[in-house]
């Protein structure tokens, strides 16, 4: 047996002395066995906290995924070890705090080359597409979008939100009959089939044509803002919270579509606090709302779709208010 698979039998032993012996003598703490599981997920799936610590100290990743995509947080987290998930997902969130913006940003350049916004879409009933095959935005999550849209226009007034997609939570935004409703949208075919089908027209609503991020100069400041992009990253997401002071106001609540790490459990709770430590930092309290989503996932919704880019049961809806406020 190599000293990988020994790591392996060791972690699952919960065999601490040994686990730190074959790590001094240079076994790789992310090692593969022949199952696809390495020590860290091992340990995990036993409970294992001590052998966990070692192995984090030593570098183990984290976010490791076994054949079934599970990371060592899914298997403590599904066999109920509370402590040893608590580690887990520290580790997690510390990891992503400090090198996360480093690796996520060498991601966004390494990827950048290629640009949704210049793509054709194609709409139907129940889903846009871009070219890749990969679904912009799709009709399951209309009582996601309503229930977006009855938080951030709960205090009334003017309403902005951040991509138009199919419009399900323009227009849920609608029936709250805001003050005034700003819509930025970047795509031109969906600019276009937003005017086509008479959004333009309507009285309280401002279109504004153009990326969010080159638009900034034309907009205000609101009661309710709803962020929502499509072909952006975590980072983008982090650069518009930037913005949320100046497009904010005092008592306002802010939300955004929260699909952070949706194919993964494990990895969408590190984010969900990450994104919430964020904007505490920046003087926003965050609070998550569980709303089911099982029912609205049938394996027919994703026939012809690239990417499942949401695979678990529940939602968590942001809603983000100043800390001020709720002093
Ligand atoms: C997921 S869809 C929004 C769905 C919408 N919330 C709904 O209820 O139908 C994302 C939209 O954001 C637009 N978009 C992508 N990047 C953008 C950017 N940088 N600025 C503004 N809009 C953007 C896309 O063209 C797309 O229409």
Redesign the pocket.
């Known amino acids: 047996m190599n000293e990988g698979e020994q790591l392996c039998d060791a972690a699952r032993n919960g065999d601490a002395e040994k686990v730190k012996s074959l790590i001094d003598s240079g076994a790789d703490v992310s090692h593969f066995d022949a199952e696809g599981l390495t020590p860290l997920m091992h340990a995990a799936k036993q409970g294992h906290a001590s052998i966990l610590a070692i192995l984090l100290s030593a570098g183990a990743p984290w976010n490791a995924l076994s054949p079934s995509n599970l990371s060592a947080g899914d298997f403590a987290m599904e066999a109920g070890h509370q402590d040893a998930y608590e580690l887990l997902l520290n580790a997690g969130i510390q990891a992503e705090l400090v090198l996360g913006t480093i690796a996520r940003k060498e991601n966004k350049n390494a990827d950048s080359g290629h640009d949704?916004?210049e793509d054709r879409v194609s709409f139907s009933e129940d889903k846009i597409m871009d070219a890749d095959s990969k679904a912009?935005?799709m009709a399951w999550?209309k009582p996601l979008?309503e229930a977006h849209a009855k938080a951030v226009c709960s205090g009334g007034g003017h309403i902005l939100n951040?991509?138009?997609?199919?419009?399900?939570?323009?227009t849920a935004i609608q029936q709250y009959a805001p003050a005034t409703h700003t819509i930025?949208?970047?795509?031109p075919e969906?600019y276009e089939r937003m005017l086509r089908t008479g959004w333009g027209k309507k009285e309280n609503v401002k279109i504004v044509f153009g990326?969010?991020?080159d638009v900034l100069s034309q907009l205000e400041t609101y009661d309710g803002i709803f962020f929502?992009?499509?072909?952006?990253y975590y980072e983008d997401l982090r650069e518009f919270h930037q913005h949320l002071l100046a497009l904010l106001k005092p008592g306002g609540i802010y939300s955004f579509?929260n699909g952070l790490c949706g194919g993964n459990a494990f990895f969408h709770v590190v984010y969900c606090h990450l994104v919430s430590l964020e904007l505490e930092n920046l003087g926003y309290s965050t609070q998550l709302i569980p709303l089911p989503v099982k029912d609205c996932l049938g394996e027919e919704v994703w026939e012809g779709v690239k990417h499942r880019y949401w695979q678990l049961d529940t939602y968590y809806l942001p809603v983000c208010q100043s800390l001020e406020e709720n002093e």
């Open positions: 949704y916004l912009v935005m999550e979008m951040i991509g138009f997609g199919m419009g399900l939570v323009d930025v949208e970047a795509h969906v990326r969010w991020q929502d992009t499509y072909g952006e579509f």
